[in-house]
């Protein structure tokens, strides 16, 4: 199916109590999918496009506070973003050169992210459909708290920081 097609599937946006849904992504390879593992606390992060400037500002903060995350309690960060793996995985290598546990995910449909009611139309400026940007915390597979910004270029209240305070 092609992401376009995933925008006629999008769900109501997920809310606190909600379940992440079993939708397989991709990590490492295009030809290999699971689901997320989540088990414990996590932080799923949405970005509307990899190499962007407002995402390349984004993501450093979760790569520089990685530890302060773990400190805190979570398990699992993990980084998801509407395009293939061989992109998803070049963009992990240019923000984080020397290597990062953080988990940049690969939704190439759009069906992960429709399901969690975070796709959007950016056939205008990224092609087709994107992630808007977005922050949820999980307790294992159930949210906790979602924080989704107004505009996708913002970084408030889905930045590092602003988490960081929440988990």
């Known amino acids: 199916m092609a992401p376009e097609a995933s925008l006629a599937k999008v769900k109501p946006q997920v809310a606190a109590g ?17 689901t997320l593992a989540l088990k414990g606390k996590n ?21 520089d506070s990685y530890e ?8 699992e960060i993990f980084v998801v973003a509407v395009n293939d793996t061989f ?7 240019k923000l984080a050169p020397n290597g ?3 988990h940049f995910i690969a939704d190439d ?3 992960f992210i429709a399901e969690l009611g975070f796709l959007f ?20 597979d159930k949210v906790v708290s979602v924080a989704v910004e107004e505009k996708p270029p913002q970084v408030t209240v889905t930045s590092a920081e602003s988490i960081l305070e929440q988990v």
């Open 18 to 34: 909600a379940t992440i849904p079993s939708v397989a992504v991709k990590e490492d390879a295009a030809d290999k999918s699971s």
């Open 43 to 63: 932080i799923i992060i949405g970005v509307p496009g990899a190499f962007t400037t407002p995402c390349n500002a984004h993501i450093p903060g979760y790569i």
């Open 68 to 75: 302060k995350f773990k400190a805190k309690g979570v398990s």
């Open 87 to 93: 992109v998803t995985k070049a963009w992990k290598e």
């Open 100 to 102: 990062t546990p953080i």
């Open 109 to 111: 449909q759009g069906e």
């Open 121 to 140: 139309d950016a056939s205008g400026l990224l092609g087709g459909p994107r992630s808007k940007r977005f922050a949820v915390i999980t307790e294992d």
